[in-house]
């Protein structure tokens, strides 16, 4: 069966720094990896998803990479804000059926 | 904006009890499921649904049963609650894509004393 890791402890980072956080899956290359926000008391919110054939993908200070060799996926938040601290969700989902497998969640917290 | 809905955000309820989770979602999704989240243990799927009284297993479905009679709401049973299924339910839709992102719900935090 496939696992989704992620880092189990929180990353504390200074305002202003990028925060780097890592996925990665045991078996099965994903066709697509999506990953989320949850705040505290609250459902994840979505925010970005790259595919399998895609190196790279950007939305405003949001950056994810995606590499078949390390079987890893890196979430990147440039220019970090303490708003955006929260927990962050990796998602795989593979090539049949429309299900998700959620990582653990890695929690962030932006320091002013 | 999309909308899930879930009808309680809190819930108490003894242990043997039948027990009823509903979410509503606003924005004709095909697929609706349904979640527990635990510390350490991260989401898991329970039951999934692609279309009306369609359902699939999830990871967890033992103790728990799904009903869908129309396309906008997902309802999850606990059959007879024990102490063990307490935990937060999340209630998620999107539409029949692959890809497509899920929208979730805020949970409901079910404890069974």
């Known amino acids: 069966s496939q696992k989704i890791e992620q880092n189990s402890e929180a990353l504390n980072i200074q305002e202003g720094k990028t925060a780097t956080l890592t996925c990665n899956y045991t078996n099965y290359s994903p066709a697509y990896l999506q990953w989320y926000r949850q705040d505290p008391g609250r459902g994840p919110v979505f925010l970005l998803l790259i595919r399998e054939n895609e190196k790279e993908k950007r939305k405003e200070r949001l950056k994810v990479t995606f590499d078949t060799t390390l079987k890893q996926s890196l979430f990147h938040i440039t220019a970090s804000q303490p708003a955006d601290s929260a927990t962050y969700l990796c998602?795989?989902?593979?090539?049949?059926?429309?299900?998700?497998?959620f990582g653990g969640g890695t929690r962030l917290m932006v320091k002013p | 904006d999309v909308k899930v809905t879930q009808s309680s955000r809190y819930l108490v309820k003894r242990t043997g009890e039948k027990v009823f989770l509903e979410c509503v979602q606003d924005?004709?999704?095909?697929?609706m499921f349904w979640y527990r989240q635990d510390p350490g243990l991260g989401l898991r799927l329970i039951y999934f649904?692609?279309?009306?009284?369609?359902?699939e297993k999830g990871d967890i479905p033992e103790g728990y049963s799904v009903s869908r009679e129309k396309k906008e709401r997902f309802s999850l049973i606990l059959e007879s609650a024990s102490t063990n299924q307490t935990s937060m339910y999340l209630c998620a839709s999107s539409f029949w894509q692959g890809h497509q992102p899920q929208h979730f719900g805020d949970g409901t935090r079910l404890s069974i004393l």
């Open positions: 924005m004709d999704h095909e697929n």
């Open positions: 998602a795989w989902r593979g090539n049949a059926g429309n299900m998700l497998t």
């Open positions: 649904s692609y279309d009306v009284k369609m359902k």
